[in-house]
């Protein structure tokens, strides 16, 4: 899979008195993305935890390039542009889907650790399942 398409409608209390999405809520949209993105691979967050391992952001960036407002339905492209022995760094791009208008890029980089927060190898799982693809090449 090259990149997954999630769909957020942005509610009322997403926005700010300025009547646009607050900017921090985009970190909780590219998780949810995230999370959708590993669910139709067959990984399921859920099942990671099982197995002993959790996949804690590292480091994260946004550019803001447009605003949405209440009730905007919102495209969110995620892919995995970079897979290392223990790191996984996840694009963000964020669309008025009726236009395709991009209203931001991100990325967050997560480091695989064990249940004692310490660094340990991606699993295999993840590494068989997970196509890397950055989203700079992927048409708008």
């Not at 590993?38 to 859920?46: A, E, I, Q, S, V």
């Not at 905007?72 to 290392?84: A, F, P, W, Y």
């Not at 208008?101 to 249940?115: I, S």
Request: with cysteine; glycine share 4%; aromatic share 16%.
């Amino acid at each position: 899979m090259d990149y997954y398409d999630y769909s957020y409608r942005v509610r009322y209390g997403d926005t700010d008195k300025m009547g646009v999405a607050y900017y921090g809520n985009y970190l909780a949209w590219f998780e949810a993305a995230r999370t959708e993105y590993f669910r139709k691979l067959g990984l399921p967050y859920t099942e990671c935890e099982k197995q002993g391992y959790f996949l804690p952001a590292v480091e994260a960036s946004i550019k803001y390039i447009s605003p949405c407002t209440y009730d905007d339905l919102l495209l969110i492209r995620t892919s995995v542009s970079e897979l290392k022995k223990s790191a996984l760094k996840f694009e963000y791009q964020t669309f008025l889907p009726q236009t395709m208008k991009l209203l931001t890029t991100g990325w967050t980089v997560h480091v695989c650790v064990d249940q004692q927060f310490k660094p340990t190898r991606l699993p295999q799982d993840i590494c068989s399942a997970v196509q890397v693809y950055s989203l700079l090449q992927c048409p708008q």
